[in-house]
């Protein structure tokens, strides 16, 4: 198959918004992990990452982002981002973080899921921004 000399681009932008609320300490893709991003029929590029913390964090934890190659039904460990103990009030921000722009962009084919969990109880809020090819 000859390689296309013609660039692409995302055709409809979008910003996936999905929340982890399960404690899950597996790297191994195993427990639960929450979707985050279903790609297009076409696949998906996404070019940010961020998480916050939608109140308290007790102690110190991790959200860590999982890839699923099946629709997910099997999940690979992918990244962690950190997150401080931090309790928010009216002049302090809750606990957050990003995936460094080295690892990204990434493209997603149709199959491809994003999947998140924390290592500690709580709510996090991951927001991906991209779109859908």
Same mark, same amino acid.
Request: one cysteine or more; hydrophobic letters at 45%; glycine letters at 8%.
């Given at each position: 198959?000859?390689?296309? &000399?013609?660039?692409?681009?995302?055709?409809?932008?979008?910003?996936? #918004? +999905?929340?982890a609320t399960v404690t899950n300490t597996n790297r191994d893709g195993t427990g639960t992990? /929450?979707? @985050?991003?279903?790609?297009? /029929?076409?696949?998906?590029? @996404?070019? +940010? @990452?961020?998480v916050a913390a939608e109140s308290t964090t007790a102690s110190a934890c991790m959200v860590n982002l999982f890839l699923s190659n099946d629709s997910g039904t099997t999940w690979r460990f992918w990244r962690s981002v950190q997150l401080a103990? #931090? &309790?928010?009030?009216?002049?302090?921000? &809750?606990?957050?973080?990003?995936?460094?722009?080295?690892?990204?962009?990434?493209?997603?084919a149709s199959t491809q899921y994003l999947g998140a969990a924390a290592t500690i109880s709580g709510n996090f809020t991951i927001i991906a921004r991209g779109g859908d090819y």
């Open positions: 198959m000859a390689a296309s &000399t013609s660039p692409v681009f995302v055709d409809t932008p979008k910003c996936w #918004i +999905g929340r992990v /929450a979707t @985050i991003v279903t790609p297009g /029929a076409d696949g998906s590029l @996404i070019e +940010g @990452i961020e103990a #931090i &309790t928010p009030s009216a002049t302090v921000d &809750t606990a957050q973080g990003s995936v460094e722009t080295t690892y990204l962009p990434l493209a997603l």
